[in-house]
């Protein structure tokens, strides 16, 4: 599921955001370890908060001037301090199938990323809904058995990047 990094870019021309921006993803859900169907009656499993995570902080860094991770959501004075005026929490479903019978690696790949966005004082400003698709062939995949998540991964970033520089909301 990791991204490729070097697609994970804003479109030309985008004016990015002049905000501080800090994302909450605490360790546990970097621990989470999803399982979903592959083919022939396979299963595949993989961390779906930690192997996107780079990809997502990417992202951000190609909307926001400044990304920073948090490992609280309390601490609101120190959020303050550091000059954070935004919050942006990722919630990450995924799921996964094939059309062959013979090989296990998954054929189709989704990714869902829903970023609930708040001020530094915990006061909702938006959230942003992307899915990502991905779809790889038995002869793609040969060498990458992650190609149909990589995909997926690739796609669902590059939309959170054009759906959150496109946000006025996000501008104020």
């Known amino acids: 599921m990791n991204p ?18 800090a994302y909450f993803m605490p360790d546990a859900l970097r621990t989470v370890e ?8 396979d299963k595949v499993r ?10 997502l902080y990417k992202a951000l860094s190609e909307v926001f001037t400044s990304v920073t991770k948090v490992q609280s959501l309390t601490d609101t004075a120190a959020l303050q301090a550091n000059g954070i005026s935004m919050l ?4 990450i479903t995924t799921n996964s199938s094939s059309d ?9 790949f989704s990714v869902n ?14 959230t942003v809904r992307v899915s ?5 062939t038995f002869s793609e995949f040969k060498s990458n058995h992650s190609l149909a ?5 690739n796609d669902a970033l590059a939309k959170l990047v054009k759906a959150l520089g496109e946000s006025p909301e996000l501008r104020r």
């Open 113 to 126: 990323l829903v970023c609930t966005i708040t001020d530094a004082n915990r006061k909702p400003l938006q």
């Open 46 to 55: 993989y961390f779906p908060y930690r192997d996107i995570e780079p990809g």
């Open 88 to 91: 942006i929490t990722p919630e």
């Open 149 to 153: 998540a990589v995909r997926a991964s």
């Open 34 to 41: 999803v399982t979903t169907p592959g083919g022939g009656g």
């Open 132 to 136: 990502g698709e991905g779809a790889a």
């Open 4 to 21: 490729d990094l070097a697609v994970v870019t804003a479109p030309a021309g985008a004016k990015g955001i002049d905000k501080k921006v």
């Open 100 to 108: 062959g019978a013979f090989t296990w690696p998954p054929t189709q």
